[in-house]
């Protein structure tokens, strides 16, 4: 990842956590300082500023707990669809045959209006539904990520590690894990992306996170070009931001392979 503000005798290593750890000072001071510079845009921008400020901190929030329930997922289901017990592998595919099977809007509107109804303690607030919506169906295609990166680790390695006297389980989390996950690193970043932008989905169940509070402004003021570009922009903005900070960690990780 070529970047031009850090110095040229800088290591790998030493580029990438500055990358990092730029990206994500930005990312915190924009949320943190979001709704004083909207307040400066005239109206109907201007007055509703802190609330599109905590619409995207719900954004940000529901994108970054959905992620982990999804990665949590993923890996689980990896694991059950590469298991060698046929029952775990049936159900791993019956996840992802439902799962990818269907929209995500349908599946945010199940969770929060008809698993009440089949399971009554289930009954979850908007933005837990939300969260679970957006987590199983990450966990889907984040699954099919890993599983590939568990695939593409050479059965010599695992074989030779056996070799050596280390034990399945060593094996497993020292050698084949770790070489997995740097496979699917990327597949992963481009699911964590989407899953930003997808999680404006949650408005349809009355979440207030950054495109109901546009849609919100628009219904009210009859100015779409200003409320819904306001989102937009926020939104580019989030995922420039993301998009630096997960690239810096593909970096680190040196996918490409071109670590001198």
């Known amino acids: 990842m070529p970047n031009p503000l850090w110095p040229a005798d800088w290591t790998r290593l030493q580029r990438s956590n500055a990358t ?11 949320m943190a300082a979001l709704g004083w510079l909207l307040s400066w845009l005239p109206e ?3 007055s509703s500023a802190q609330i599109f400020a905590e619409g995207a901190r719900t954004t940000l929030g529901l994108t970054l707990i959905s992620g982990a329930v999804g990665l949590v997922l993923g ?8 298991s060698r017990w046929a029952l775990l592998r049936w159900i791993a595919r019956l996840y992802l045959w439902v799962i990818r099977g269907t929209p995500l809007l349908v599946q ?3 969770v929060y209006f008809a698993l009440p109804v089949l399971v009554p303690s289930l009954r979850l607030p908007e ?26 680790v050479p059965q010599g390695q695992t074989e030779a590690a056996r070799a050596l006297g280390l034990a399945r389980r060593q094996v497993f989390f020292d050698v084949v894990m770790p070489q997995a996950f740097k496979m699917a690193l990327p597949p992963l970043v481009s699911n964590f992306v989407a899953l930003l932008k997808d999680s404006s989905l949650a408005y349809a169940i009355g979440v207030v996170e950054l495109t109901n509070v546009g849609n919100r402004l628009q219904s009210e003021t ?34 490409e392979g071109r670590a001198q």
């Open 222 to 255: 009859f100015q779409p070009i200003a409320s819904l570009g306001t989102v937009a922009l926020t939104y580019l903005l989030l995922t420039t931001l993301v998009t630096q900070a997960t690239q810096a960690i593909e970096y680190r990780f040196d996918i």
């Open 75 to 82: 890996t689980a289901t990896a694991l059950a669809r590469t």
């Open 108 to 110: 945010i509107l199940f």
């Open 20 to 30: 990092l750890v730029l990206a994500l000072l930005l990312l915190v001071l924009v």
């Open 127 to 152: 933005f837990s539904a939300a969260v679970l919506a957006l987590g199983l169906n990450a966990g889907a295609y984040n699954s099919e990520a890993i599983r590939a990166g568990l695939l593409a």
């Open 44 to 46: 109907p921008i201007g």
